[in-house]
């Protein structure tokens, strides 16, 4: 099946700082990106749907400013948590699709961020 | 807004019986899939059915579809212990992004 994965699949930060987290699908090409946010015990949260080349369509509620979305190649997407606090911490979940209504999405491992 | 309602939130049973979880949802969809998710780490993708579906198997997974309801159901079989992770429910929502039930944790006593 379809891999995708991300990088770092951990990171502890300070808090005011900067965390780039990276997804790549390595075996197809994905025409949109997905990224979920995952507190404990809950459910995942569609944060933003990126498609490559053009901007991300963010969810109600979720700042565009602050989680910063890249979709530069049809393999590559990063989300950048830019000056990170400690509410930021949760577990961050990439998914990617080669396109179409109704396909079915690969989901990378997850990275947890700790924000100290 | 999430999607989907899931039931029971949690799930607590014996080896080698069957589980059984329910997800609702909110408006219309062109498919229903099912993921798992082992604590802290990603999802793993179990099974998809589409709107015009009602029944799918897949090994010890059985999910059913009522569109008229708009509820699907997981039943795994002859559970075991290996199968303890939380179940969620993800539907299109009409469009190209899936949208996440709340998810029920399993957990199954060997």
């Known amino acids: 099946g379809a891999v995708v994965s991300q990088h770092p699949s951990w990171v502890i930060c300070k808090s005011g700082t900067s965390v780039k987290i990276e997804c790549r699908s390595l075996d197809f090409q994905a025409t949109t990106m997905f990224w ?3 507190f404990p015990k809950q459910s995942l949260m569609l944060m933003a749907t990126s498609n490559e080349g053009s901007k991300a369509t963010y969810e109600q509620g979720v700042e565009k400013d602050k ?6 190649s049809l393999t590559l997407s990063t989300l950048t948590v830019t000056s990170a606090h400690p509410e930021d911490s949760s577990f961050y979940i990439c998914s990617a699709s080669s396109g179409g209504r109704g396909d079915t999405q690969y989901f990378g491992p ?3 961020l700790t924000v100290l | 807004s999430q999607q989907g ?3 029971p939130q949690a799930l607590s ?10 997800c609702s949802y909110k408006t219309s969809i062109n498919n229903l899939q099912w993921y798992r998710q082992n604590s802290g780490r990603g999802l793993v993708h179990l099974i998809l059915i589409r709107s015009n ?3 799918k198997h897949s090994g010890r997974l059985r999910v059913t579809l009522d569109t008229s309801k708009k509820s699907s159901s997981l039943l795994i079989t002859a559970s ?6 939380s179940y969620f429910c993800a539907t299109d929502a009409g469009g190209f992004k899936t949208i996440f039930g709340a998810g029920t944790r399993l957990f199954v006593k060997a």
Request: aromatic share 6%; proline share 0%; charged share 35%.
């Open chain 2, 53 to 55: 579906e009602r029944e």
């Open chain 1, 67 to 72: 989680f910063l979305i890249n979709h530069a």
């Open chain 1, 36 to 38: 979920y946010r995952q």
């Open chain 1, 110 to 112: 997850g990275t947890r």
């Open chain 2, 13 to 22: 049973i014996q080896e080698g019986e069957n589980a059984t979880m329910n």
């Open chain 2, 5 to 7: 309602e899931e039931d």
């Open chain 2, 80 to 85: 075991r212990a290996a199968d303890t992770a």
